[in-house]
């Protein structure tokens, strides 16, 4: 058996869209009888560099994390900026967006998957870069989006 292209199985986080984030958090967590904190905005993590399909954006959106033992779920409700949020919620509806991983070596893991044919459509960072994010189009061969997540070690 090889090795794991990511360095890792563990899915950290499975995400969902989202027309209303409110009501959308607080139905899951009755449903599962678990705290809902409430949302807040993406880049109140202070990503400032984002970027999708290559290009700057401002894209954001309203974010809620829900504690599910081993996963987090995450819950997304995009602005109207270009991003792979909103594409997706305008071209297929609420529902499922990635699954998530955490990463070290962020920059060699997109390198070896772009060898692959499995793009980069969204990344971004904060300016310090501590927390770096990458939406990886895994689409053709897995048949959804990988997210790798990275926070850098001080």
Same mark, same amino acid.
């Given at each position: 058996m090889t090795k794991s292209m990511l360095g890792t199985t563990a899915v950290a986080q499975i995400a969902l869209l989202v027309n209303d984030i409110e009501s959308a958090s607080q139905a899951y967590a009755d449903f599962f009888g678990i705290d809902n904190r409430g949302w807040f905005w993406s880049d109140?993590?202070?990503?400032?560099?984002? !970027?999708? =399909?290559?290009?700057?954006?401002? #894209? =954001?959106?309203?974010?809620?994390? $829900?504690?599910?033992?081993?996963?987090?779920?995450?819950?997304? !409700?995009?602005?109207?900026?270009?991003?792979?949020? @909103?594409?997706s919620l305008d071209r297929h509806g609420e529902g499922f967006h990635h699954i998530a991983f955490f990463v070290e070596g962020m920059q060699e893991k997109i390198l070896l998957m772009? @060898?692959?044919?499995m793009p980069v459509l969204q990344k #971004?960072?904060?300016?310090?870069? /501590? %927390?770096? %994010?990458? %939406?990886?189009?895994?689409?053709?061969?897995?048949?959804? $989006?990988? !997210?790798?997540?990275?926070? /850098?070690?001080?």
């Open positions: 109140e993590f202070g990503i400032t560099l984002t !970027e999708f =399909r290559g290009k700057p954006t401002e #894209g =954001r959106a309203k974010l809620a994390f $829900l504690d599910m033992g081993s996963i987090q779920l995450e819950l997304i !409700e995009p602005d109207d900026h270009p991003s792979t949020w @909103r594409e772009e @060898r692959e044919h #971004g960072e904060d300016a310090a870069g /501590q %927390y770096i %994010y990458a %939406y990886m189009d895994t689409s053709s061969k897995l048949k959804l $989006l990988i !997210e790798l997540l990275e926070h /850098q070690k001080e």
